[in-house]
């Protein structure tokens, strides 16, 4: 793999392989449009909702 | 780099961002917005690099320097510190569908830095860090929602 010299042969800081994220449009399909659940998350951070009972 | 400014040193991410073979549709308006939170201050750049992987998996890792039409991202370049290694590289890239290219950003956050240090002065150490997916907030409201609908 071609990186340049001053790349190589150096320790890393990532540390392990990366996952790929779950992608926000594929997760919020099927169901209610994208846009209802966008609501849905919007709602959830605003100020207030307070959902924790322990 | 010095002890002080080791201190002050703010939160130190990494985002890599994939574009599918054949769905990147470039328009200056990332790199506008990258420089905008740049030039407000919010974040430093560290490194910045474009990995390709082709259909086969070999991977290939652009500089900035080497990027033709990089428009007002020239900017960055003398500030780069080339802090990825080859072996960030491979596992960065691990993450890329063949066929795909991505561009990978080391970033400090400025923004977080005062607080940080504030919180390394009164002893504080950091424990744990996080994001929290947009799914995950989702999948807990819903689950709210279930229990209520349950609990009538």
Redesign the interface.
């Known amino acids: 793999m071609p990186v340049r010299a001053a790349r190589v042969g150096r320790r890393g800081v990532i540390g392990a392989p990366v996952a790929k994220a779950a992608v926000v449009a594929k997760a919020v399909t099927p169901g209610p449009s994208p846009v209802a659940k966008a609501a849905v998350v919007t709602a959830a951070v605003t100020p207030g909702r307070g959902r924790r009972r322990f | 780099m010095t002890e002080t400014s080791l201190d002050e040193l703010g939160p130190v991410d990494?985002v890599?961002v994939?574009f599918p073979a054949g769905e990147s549709n470039f328009t200056g308006e990332m790199a506008s917005e990258l420089l905008s939170l740049v030039d407000t201050g919010t974040i430093r750049i560290i490194d910045l690099l474009v990995l390709t992987k082709d259909a086969d998996g070999?991977?290939?890792?652009i500089?900035l320097s080497d990027l033709e039409d990089v428009g007002e991202l020239v900017r960055l370049e003398a500030d780069l510190a080339?802090?990825?290694?080859?072996?960030?590289?491979?596992?960065?890239a691990?993450?890329?569908?063949p066929g795909s290219t991505a561009g990978v950003i080391?970033y400090e956050n400025l923004w977080a830095a005062p607080f940080a240090s504030a919180a390394r002065r009164a002893g504080g150490q950091l424990i744990a860090n996080g994001r929290i997916?947009?799914?995950a907030?989702?999948a807990?409201?819903?689950a709210?929602e279930a229990l209520e609908t349950v609990g009538g």
């Open positions: 990494f890599i994939e070999a991977l290939d890792a500089e080339e802090m990825l290694a080859e072996e960030d590289v491979v596992h960065l691990e993450a890329m569908d080391i997916p947009i799914q907030i989702l807990a409201v819903e709210d």
